[in-house]
């Protein structure tokens, strides 16, 4: 019989892989999206994909699914995975029980605001979701030394978003849709921000401290649910079907 939690979870990482790649975040074959893999997979494993494939390339079928010591449970495209990318999403998973997706971005966006002293500013209501709530880890260079995952975890604390400083963004979810819609609103904050300070004669107006704390916990309350992987993520469903007509070969 089929595991249909097995299906689910890797039917929509691939959805999130299509998705980073159909709105342009995608970074060759850089970066990388990890689920937690189902108990099936292996215990306290996680899928993440290939190495050397494009974000529009990435299936169902071909994630590969990794342990946190490094070993692989399995890889049907034979390559195995992209060391950086193993240093970063095992600290994670390792280190969280609430990290059901982590998505780690290069965008232009993104890695202009994290090469900014000032980081994410509270400028508009996107940016406002993350006031307070967005971990800063500064930049050791490649991620290849598995020491720096004691101090990324340390830095990130219990936040959902954080800006990995001269270097992009990382958000984690309970869910690939909670973490998928995250870095969507973390990027068009990004992309926000640098309109706003590159307006020539513009003067930036910042919300108030009361008032963005106060809208930061409007979102806290509004998006609560995703903190339940069973819940209906109306927002994520959309998404999915929007993946699905584009890229038909998910459904497989």
């Known amino acids: 019989m089929k595991d249909s939690s097995l299906s689910n979870q890797r039917r929509d990482l691939a959805v999130a892989y299509r998705l980073i790649a159909h709105f342009n975040l995608d970074d060759s074959i850089f970066t990388h ?5 189902p108990a099936s997979e292996g215990d306290e494993a996680f899928l993440i994909n290939p190495y050397g494939l494009r974000f529009d ?9 990794v342990d946190l010591d490094g ?3 399995r890889d049907s495209f034979g390559a195995g995975i992209n060391a950086a990318g193993f240093t970063i999403h095992s600290a994670i998973h390792a280190a969280r029980p609430d990290a059901g997706c982590v998505i780690h971005t290069h965008t232009v966006a993104g ?10 500013l509270p400028l508009n209501q996107w940016a406002l979701q993350f006031h307070n709530r967005v971990a800063y880890h500064d930049y050791e260079g490649i991620a290849l030394d598995l020491a720096e995952r004691e101090r990324l975890v340390a830095d990130l604390g219990d936040k959902k978003a954080m800006v990995l400083r001269n270097h992009g963004l990382m ?26 300070l590159s307006a020539s004669g513009a003067t930036p107006r910042p919300v108030p401290e009361e008032l963005a704390e106060h809208t930061a916990r409007q979102y806290e309350k509004w998006t609560a649910f995703r903190a339940d ?16 007509k584009k890229y038909p070969d998910l459904a497989a």
């Open 33 to 37: 999206i990890s689920a937690r893999a």
């Open 57 to 65: 390339e990435v299936t169902a079928e071909n994630l590969v699914t």
């Open 71 to 73: 070993e692989i449970l």
């Open 111 to 120: 890695v202009a605001i994290s090469s900014m002293a000032e980081g994410i």
């Open 171 to 196: 958000v984690v979810g309970a869910t690939v849709g909670e973490a998928f819609t995250l870095m969507y609103n973390l990027e068009r904050t990004c992309r926000a921000q640098m309109a706003i």
């Open 229 to 244: 992987p069973t819940a209906k993520d109306p927002e994520w469903e959309a998404y999915v079907r929007l993946a699905l």
